[in-house]
């Protein structure tokens, strides 16, 4: 996912510019990403910049540099000085965080540079995009359900509507609208991958306008060419029979008209009368002219034209 890749390496490179945002970030990503375990603190990545960012953050914070290594295709982050991860412990607390479950207290980034920083950190630790112009997905994931839940209401706060859900044993908060996936760039400070995204929106919006209009006029005229058929074949059957002869003076000049002028629209039709009369007044003549065709013709089995499937005022109308 080449997008994904741009905007986290697009916030890898942004700057904290407090320390309460940088602790945020990292602490935020701790809850929703690492494991402890006996040995320490332990935070996999499969981007070796957000590994060195993460480590140079958690070194800030316990006063010890983690261990990096590479295990397969992760990127691993190992805080294991016993001190150290003490000290990230009484850290921990001052947050509610709970062990067990990872969570955060309610309190947690409650001013909006934190929260912020927060949803950056969680996004880079265990988020992903697709591709724009493919659709519009951001999740962000992880095996605990507390720092999802979290990282729902962080997006809430900032007029972002996340979905939760499970997949297999991964808790998920996940994004499907455009507008809200261009505010959590936004929010997290991406405004390079937000304005390539507002313009890949923009031009995806525009096709999907084009071919809706082009599918309509499609639509539209297919209708009216099966209407005009089914009108003429109807109309020359009753010429055949003599039927046209028992019309009303105005029903037979309009059929007169169209069987004249099989390619003119209702609108041109009308106007061909005498006096002219407007689409809606010729619309109604066709259907008229229609409906005694078919009762003129089937008692004789000469003919049998069913109509379209639909509306025969919307197809009519839309001629």
Known sequence: MAFSHDVKDELIRLE???????????????????RLTPQGILLNTTYPSYAARWAGQIASLSGAEPVLRREGGHHQVALEDADACARMGVLLERYGFDPLTHAL?????ATPCCRRAALRGMFLAGGSIGEPGKGYHLEIISRYEAPVRLAAR????????????????????????????????????????????????????????????????????????????????????MERTGGLSVLSEDLREAALVRLACPGLSIRELGERLSP??????????????????????????????????????DRIESE
Not at 16 to 34: G, Q
Not at 161 to 180: I, T
Not at 196 to 213: G, I, P, Q
Not at 280 to 296: D, K, P, V
């Open 16 to 34: 904290n510019r407090t320390d309460c945002c940088s602790e945020s970030e990292a602490l935020a990503a701790l809850a929703l990403a690492a």
């Open 105 to 109: 207290s309610s309190a947690s980034f």
């Open 154 to 237: 962080l997006m809430r706060a900032e007029g972002i509507r996340p979905h939760l859900a499970v997949r297999q044993s991964f808790h998920m908060a996940y994004l499907k609208d455009g507008g809200h996936l261009a505010d959590f760039l936004r929010a997290t400070g991406a405004h390079a991958a937000l304005l390539s995204f507002e313009t890949l929106r923009v031009e995806k919006d525009m096709r999907n306008a084009v071919n809706r209009v082009v599918n309509c006029d499609t639509a539209n005229s297919t209708r009216v060419a099966h209407a005009s058929a089914r009108q003429l074949e109807l109309l020359r059957e």
């Open 276 to 313: 002219p009369i407007g689409k809606s007044g010729m619309s109604h003549r066709l259907r008229r002219l229609e409906q005694i065709a078919r009762e003129q013709i089937r008692p004789h089995g000469t003919v049998h034209v069913d109509p379209e499937p639909g509306s025969e005022d």
